[in-house]
């Protein structure tokens, strides 16, 4: 079959491998509709450990079954493998399963390929009518989806009467801001530094879209801050913009360890958390809201064919891409 392929930092290539081999009891999938991951980008620039070329990168995807249970169904794919068993798979918390693997890190090769084996239990059908193209981006919206439910349980009133700010208009910011919508929350800020990528934000929902030149929110003033970008910086704006008492979800994976003012955090008791994927439970019901069609209309992305892969990451790189979301066709 065919497959983009890792094959050295800032190096993808087309090229012939393999056919998947699935596991007992595993279906294998057609891939229809493939997103691009900021992590997929970490790896592509040499700087993820777990993601050793050669390797097919991607996750983000639906298609429909080809073989093995539930064969001819149309599906969208939850890309985490967990065991089951354990503590935290018993509680539902499968995002910390200790024997967790993932679609695009070894010993699984991901979804820039025309098939994947995945077990059946990582399955959502995807009824007719609805794009497999959308429905392959439940996965980054369910990170948002699991990132405001943490933060409710941390609220003393409900999530629906707080301000909103995300920082970061990828993917996933954006992700989080249309899954705050279905939260209830109606104030909801995003700022984001590419202009190109300001203006789609602008048309993907009722949201109030800033710079880093443009007048946001008053530091002190937010009750809660999903950082999307996770870098230094990022982290030294939520620690400013968050209010007392307030929430801070930190999602984004950028890199770094500063940033925080802990003194801050303390005198005005702000919550902090780290907040990893999604459950199994936050997976289907943020792929139900997108068959219901809670999720809008999906202008913010843009399909291109899976030969032009390695062409779209170079498109991210340089900032020219106005869509939030790039999705693969293989």
């Known amino acids: 079959m065919r497959a983009l392929v890792y094959t050295g930092p800032n190096t993808l290539e087309m090229a012939d491998v393999p056919e998947p081999v699935p596991n007992a009891g595993e279906s294998v999938v057609e891939i229809e509709a493939v997103g691009i991951c900021g992590s997929d980008q970490h790896a592509y620039h040499g700087t993820d450990p777990r993601r050793v070329p050669p390797l097919i990168l991607g996750h983000e995807a639906a298609g429909r079954v080809i073989s093995g249970p539930m064969e001819g169904e149309r599906v969208t794919i939850n890309p985490m493998v967990t065991c089951g068993t354990c503590r935290y798979c ?107 990528r300001r203006e789609m934000l602008a048309e993907a929902g009722p949201f109030q879209i800033y710079g880093a030149d443009e007048e946001g929110p008053d530091d002190g003033t937010v009750p809660l801050v999903v950082d999307a970008y996770g870098s230094e910086a990022s982290r030294t704006t939520s620690t400013r913009l968050a209010a007392p008492g307030g929430v801070i979800a930190h999602i984004g994976l950028a890199g770094g360890g500063a940033g925080l003012d802990t003194r801050r955090m303390t005198l005005q008791e702000i919550t902090f958390f780290g907040t990893y994927t999604y459950t199994n439970d936050d997976f289907r019901a943020t792929a139900q809201a997108i068959f219901d069609g809670r999720f809008g209309d999906f202008s913010w992305i843009e399909e291109r064919p899976l030969e032009d892969g390695a062409q779209a990451f170079i498109d991210l790189d340089a900032r020219s891409v106005r869509a939030a979301k790039v999705v693969l066709k293989p």
């Not at 993932?102 to 995807?126: H, M, T």
């Not at 439940?138 to 301000?163: M, T, Y």
């Open 90 to 196: 018993i509680e539902k918390r499968e995002n910390l399963c200790p024997d967790r693997s993932l679609l695009s890190i070894p010993p699984r090769e991901g979804a820039f390929a025309q098939r994947v084996a995945i077990p059946p239990e990582n399955l959502v059908v995807v009824p007719e009518g609805v794009p497999l193209a959308h429905a392959a981006l439940a996965e980054p919206l369910a990170c948002g989806w699991h990132a405001l439910r943490l933060a409710a349980n941390s609220f003393v009133r409900p999530i629906g009467d707080a301000r909103l700010v995300v920082l970061g208009g990828g993917a996933i910011g954006l992700g989080t801001a249309l899954a705050a919508l279905v939260y209830g929350i109606k104030d909801i800020w995003i700022s984001e530094p590419n202009p190109a």
